[in-house]
């Protein structure tokens, strides 16, 4: 049973332009959560998702920031227009469904660097 | 915000040495969670202590919980080079999911 897994490991953009950012949760897992860690920061909450339905997405910007997990494929992260300051490390996390799943198992990350 | 703050920022011991880090909270909890983060990586979960438990543990880990202070400590006994990581908590409320807020984390260096 791979764990999650998170692709590309590296992402590097020029301003402007879009990153896509994907995660294939572990096998049987149907809740995904997107945090992303800007430098010597802790992790912040973005966006949970089960599939093909967002069901909190009290930490996402506004603006240029979407995510989704279709019924069928990895869940995608999209951020439109990228600036500098959307420099940083985003990881996935994944939990089985049922109420209650406490824990959570993280991807090693997305560091996406906008330059 | 339920997020937590640890404390010390880092920390920087020798092998064999125990390491405690604390957290601090600021509203109810459903659970606390203790995660590690070795550099460049993903995170590994520890250890969960929900709100009715006031210690557990797993291996050389131990953790507290005190509702009353909204804190909770992680101990490391008898510490390794391995254990050099960043070491974060994070609490959840109850709301059926896993959402959970992390503060910045304990930076520990463990020198041989």
């Known amino acids: 049973n791979a764990g999650v897994m998170q692709n590309p490991r590296h992402l590097v953009r020029r301003r402007g332009q879009e990153a896509r950012l994907r995660c294939s949760p572990m096998?049987?897992?149907?809740?995904v959560y997107w945090y992303r860690q800007l430098p010597e920061e802790g992790l912040k909450f973005m966006v949970y998702?089960?599939?093909?339905?967002?069901?909190?997405e009290s930490g996402m910007p506004k603006e240029r920031f979407s995510a989704e997990f279709p019924k069928e494929g990895p869940s995608i992260l999209r951020i439109q227009q990228v600036v500098r300051g959307d420099s940083a490390a985003y990881f996935c996390?994944?939990?089985?469904?049922?109420?209650?799943?406490?824990?959570?198992?993280f991807g090693q990350g997305t560091r996406l660097t906008v330059v | 915000s339920q997020q937590g703050e640890e404390d010390p920022q880092a920390l920087s011991i020798q092998e064999g040495e125990n390491a405690t880090m604390n957290c601090s909270y600021k509203?109810?909890?459903?659970?606390l969670q203790w995660y590690r983060q070795n550099s460049g990586r993903g995170l590994v979960h520890l250890i969960l202590?929900?709100?009715?438990?006031r210690e557990k543990h797993s291996g050389r880990l131990r953790v507290t919980l005190d509702t009353s202070k909204k804190s909770s400590s992680l101990l490391i006994t008898a510490s390794r080079a391995a254990d050099t990581a960043s070491y974060f908590c994070?609490?959840?409320?109850?709301?059926?999911?896993?959402?959970?807020?992390f503060g910045i984390g304990t930076k520990l260096q463990v020198i041989p």
């Open positions: 994070a609490t959840a409320f109850s709301g059926g999911y896993q959402k959970v807020t």
């Open positions: 096998k049987g897992h149907s809740h």
């Open positions: 998702l089960q599939k093909e339905n967002i069901i909190d």
């Open positions: 202590i929900r709100s009715n438990e």
């Open positions: 509203t109810s909890i459903n659970n």
């Open positions: 996390a994944s939990s089985p469904p049922g109420r209650g799943a406490l824990k959570a198992f």
